[in-house]
């Protein structure tokens, strides 16, 4: 289970097919979201999908179109191994878990650091 947070989180899912251009969209969102002091953190799930290993399948870079066909293969592949439709959401979630653990690592660091030197300045 995942510890509250002591700030407001707001999570966007972008949904696009293969190939889709949202870098444009992705950096005004992310603009719009420091006017309002909000860090940003970008996930993309067919980056992310590449850690994982799909027996007998590939992801080819070479050409447009054998990158639409070979991120699609290997998406349904692992949909289809482990029986999750919604797999590809688990892994952008696994991502956002793995993220705010090492954020609350971090923190913990620099707030160990700032107590340590506050404890250093009294002596």
Not at 30 to 55: A, C, P
Not at 118 to 123: E, F, G, S, T, V
């Amino acid at each position: 289970m995942l510890k509250t947070l002591e700030a407001p989180e707001i999570i966007f899912g972008l949904c696009s097919a293969v190939g889709t251009k949202n870098s444009k969209f992705v950096k005004m969102l992310e603009s719009g979201l420091r006017t309002f002091k909000y860090n940003t953190e970008y996930f993309k799930v067919t980056t992310l999908m590449k850690n994982l290993d799909v027996v007998d399948l590939s992801l080819d870079d070479s050409s447009t179109e054998g990158r639409y066909d070979s991120y699609i293969k290997y998406a349904n592949n692992i949909r289809e191994k482990t029986g999750l439709d919604n797999a590809l959401a688990v892994l952008g979630i696994s991502a956002i878990s793995a993220y705010r653990k090492r954020l609350e690592k971090n923190i913990y660091q620099i707030k160990l650091t700032y107590l340590t030197n506050l404890k250093d300045q009294k002596k």
